[in-house]
């Protein structure tokens, strides 16, 4: 809970206090409960608070969230290898999203903070889980590598807005996804008590 308030940053693992509530809590039907209210409220948001133009310029950040598994600890080189062999299992809801955007003429761009080497396996991931027909897909470059997460999508942000789209609004798992300037009009996150991205 104190890392969701953003109380506790910067750990490099689970606090071992907390390993056996997070299993519980990331297996349990709270935890589905209180990603599908994310997803339900970014639907409410797009239904009621978006009057979309349907030029092909109305857009939706959307952070595509792989559920981890091991259940260990996993360093820089040992989380890359996992996110090569492309089969990780995707929060359900979040798909369910994606659908939807896609239904109502909406553009979807993935920003993720993975690097640019692991495009083909994050596509085969996505296309193994079901998503497909998205806009673009932004990873990190070697350009990027010495900024932070926060500071690389504010700057993808910025470029989006400049290339002339309107961001709607973000759906993300990490407060970095959300924070930094510019800002957007709406902001929905998703439960996650696994790891953190500064």
Partial sequence: MNVELHNIQNFQVVPQECVSY???YVTSTQYQVDSERTIEECLVYLSTGCTLNKDGRDMVSVTVVFIVSSGEQLNLTSLEEWMRQGKAPVLEYSLKLFNELK???VQIILVSSRREHLRSATIDNLVYVGYHGWTSLI???PEDELDGVQKFKANVRKQLICDG???WGILGDQ???FEGLPSVKR????PSPL???A
């Fill in 22 to 24: 997070i299993g519980k």
């Fill in 103 to 105: 239904s109502r003429g």
């Fill in 139 to 141: 990873l990190r470059g």
């Fill in 165 to 167: 789209y309107r961001i």
């Fill in 175 to 177: 407060y970095s996804s």
């Fill in 187 to 190: 902001t929905f996150k998703l």
């Fill in 195 to 197: 790891y953190y991205v």
